[in-house]
């Protein structure tokens, strides 16, 4: 009741940091979503507010950046990568890569795809013979 009560009082950007009018833009443009009662707003923005500290926290504490006094984007990929809790993350905070690097990467991939694709063919001329 406190929370409500605070929330009515107009205390309620005290309570949480992000905008609620961003937090509102994003969950309506979900499809599923035709109206949002405003405890359920509220509760979104602390929650994500809380999970976006712990996430900054944890890669902070488990991270190379700490010697430098500092929470790197290099920290926060490392803990998508690495910690199972945040390994949803993954493709949002990808490790970074040098493009020279990636596109030789692009280019191992072609070359094995070509590969795999030669051997199928011979696998199916194999079993025409059988047959």
């Not at 205390?11 to 309570?15: D, I």
């Not at 949002?36 to 507010?49: P, R, S």
């Not at 993350?89 to 990808?94: H, R, S, T, Y």
């Given at each position: 009741a406190e929370m409500a009560t605070a929330r009515l009082s107009g205390?309620?950007?005290?309570?949480v940091s992000l905008?609620?009018?961003r937090i509102r833009v994003i969950m309506k443009s979900s499809p599923e979503v035709s109206s949002?009662?405003?405890?359920?707003?509220?509760?979104?923005?602390?929650?994500?507010?809380l999970f976006v500290q712990y996430l900054a926290t944890?890669?902070?504490k488990h991270g190379r950046g700490k010697e430098k006094n500092a929470l790197t984007y290099t920290d926060l990929s490392h803990t998508?990568?690495?910690?199972?809790?945040?390994?949803?993350?993954?493709?949002?905070?990808?490790k970074k890569i040098l493009a020279s690097k990636y596109l030789k990467m692009l280019?191992?991939?072609?070359?094995?795809?070509?590969?795999?694709?030669?051997?199928?063919?011979?696998?199916?001329e194999e079993d025409?013979?059988?047959a």
């Open positions: 205390t309620e950007n005290r309570l905008p609620l009018s949002i009662n405003q405890d359920a707003l509220f509760l979104t923005a602390k929650a994500t507010e944890y890669s902070y998508a990568e690495e910690c199972e809790t945040f390994q949803f993350l993954a493709d949002i905070l990808p280019e191992k991939e072609k070359r094995d795809g070509e590969v795999r694709e030669d051997d199928d063919e011979a696998e199916e025409e013979d059988e």
